[in-house]
């Protein structure tokens, strides 16, 4: 196929969040905090909790979290380190059951996170029943991308499983947001989650020691291998270096494909969107593609902003939100919205406003989703504020309140659910077909509509 690109892509900058309580004294990674110290913390990250969670006991009922809160309490009893009691926090994070709450490392550890930390030297693909090895990273090429992983330092892989859900923030019930981060690496860009949320150590492992089956072979075999610099690690380079949005035409398929990769954008964006839909209804462009998977969300503007290229008649955007009241108001398609065939890509990352953004879309059936459920759907908890734990430095992100788009008939906690599912495989993966896009040019090649 050939493609003709029409609009450069614009940078993503990944920044790492600051609560401005930044460290600037010397640091130390090892550091002991004392019992008194940790209860201070873990006092304060409960107080915030229970005074500033809009939605704490939706999907754990207040007695059962209390005596969480209690039992992990009652269990400090020894000192430890940050990244110690990072980990042991975790738990309390699972059990809200809300992807907007989360606990990340201090400011200075994600500011300085190359200088003390180290990387797995793979990367490993979860799917509901295995665990694969998707790449290799490390200077034993006798790993084959593909392999099935049984365990990570005599850890077997269902004990790792368990650990990462039960620590990982999640939208309710559904698990597609903490399986999308675990397989795509990217939680290692937020200090100390990583490959293995459910493995304390890792972040300071200097060998790693997995059991593998290579495909086509029933044999197990067992490699040890060195663990890599973080700025070596191919996901973090690539968060590193990917773009907002970008579009291109696919002159053999005569389509448009539209990548939003955050609605965090501001300004720019509404030239940008403009620029794509002129050419778009200039050149009568039948097939738009809009590629959302990996958009974890962003500002309501360049939300709204698109929809109103793709909607055919005037749609109200919020119905509950704190602010944005000209969001609760009519507003009306743009005079060159596109009229022709839409197809939406959607995986487990796209959560908060991109989960209203394909609520709406869903709700007004302005066209096919592809892909897998989504994290967020039409009602979410809004980012909230970062508070800065006193003594570890830990940086909690709790949410203030709820925000929800004007639609009916969709139930909370799970999210918006494709019209086709399609999911890649481990040989997908290892082969680099993008599957999903491939299905999309299939449904405009039959001209098959959505059931």
Not at 73 to 84: C, N, P, Y
Not at 318 to 332: A, I, M, Q, S, T
Not at 359 to 366: G, S
Not at 423 to 429: F, L, S
């Amino acid at each position: 196929m050939r493609y003709f690109f029409l609009i450069l892509l614009f940078p993503l900058f990944i920044l790492a969040q600051s609560p401005g309580d930044s460290l600037t004294a010397s640091y130390n990674f090892n550091k002991k905090y004392t019992t008194e110290q940790l209860r201070q913390d873990f006092l304060f990250l409960r107080h915030t909790l229970e005074s500033k969670h809009p939605r704490l006991y939706e999907y754990t009922p207040k007695k059962q979290f209390n005596v969480v809160l209690d039992s992990l309490f009652g269990a400090i009893k020894d000192a430890m380190t940050e990244r110690e009691f990072h980990y042991f926090l975790l738990p309390v994070i699972g059990k809200v059951h809300c992807a907007h709450t989360k606990m990340m490392s201090s400011q200075y550890l994600l500011d300085h996170i190359n200088d003390y930390c180290k990387a797995p030297p793979f990367l490993v693909y979860f799917d509901v029943k295995k665990a694969y090895l998707a790449s290799n990273f490390s200077t034993d090429t006798s790993i084959h991308p593909g392999a099935e992983l049984l365990s990570v330092n005599k850890i077997p892989v269902s004990e790792i499983r368990n650990g990462f859900l039960a620590r990982m923030p999640q939208e309710g019930r559904n698990t597609t947001f903490i399986y999308n981060r675990i397989n795509t690496g990217v939680w290692l860009n937020n200090g100390l989650f990583g490959l293995f949320p459910g493995l304390c150590d890792y972040p300071v492992t200097d060998t790693y020691q997995i059991a593998y089956i290579i495909p086509g072979s029933k044999a197990v075999k067992t490699s040890r291998v060195a663990s890599i610099a973080y700025n070596d690690y191919q996901p973090v380079i690539f968060y590193k270096e990917k773009k907002k949005y970008g579009f291109y035409v696919n002159e053999s398929t005569h389509t448009g494909i539209l990548t939003i990769a955050t609605f965090l954008v501001q300004d720019e964006f509404s030239t940008f969107a403009d620029s794509v839909f002129k050419v778009l209804d200039s050149t009568r462009i039948p097939n738009l593609i809009i590629d959302l998977r990996g958009n974890v969300g962003g500002l309501p503007e360049p939300s709204a902003e698109l929809l109103t290229h793709l909607m055919p008649k005037d749609f109200v955007y919020f119905k509950e939100v704190n602010g944005y009241d000209d969001y609760k108001r009519l507003l009306h398609p743009a005079v060159n919205r596109f009229k022709g065939k839409l197809i939406f890509l959607i995986d487990g990352a796209c959560r908060s406003t991109t989960g209203h953004f394909l609520a709406l879309a869903k709700y007004y059936k302005i066209g096919t989703m592809i892909g897998e459920e989504t994290c967020s759907s039409w009602s979410c908890n809004d980012n909230g504020s970062a508070y800065t734990l006193p003594n570890t430095k830990l940086i909690f992100q709790c949410p203030a309140s709820t925000a929800t788009v004007a639609v009916g008939g969709m139930k909370r906690g799970r999210g918006i659910m494709p019209d086709y599912v399609v999911k890649p495989t481990i040989k997908d993966i290892v082969e680099g077909k993008d599957v999903v896009m491939q299905y999309a040019f299939k449904l405009i090649a039959t001209g098959k509509k959505k059931s």
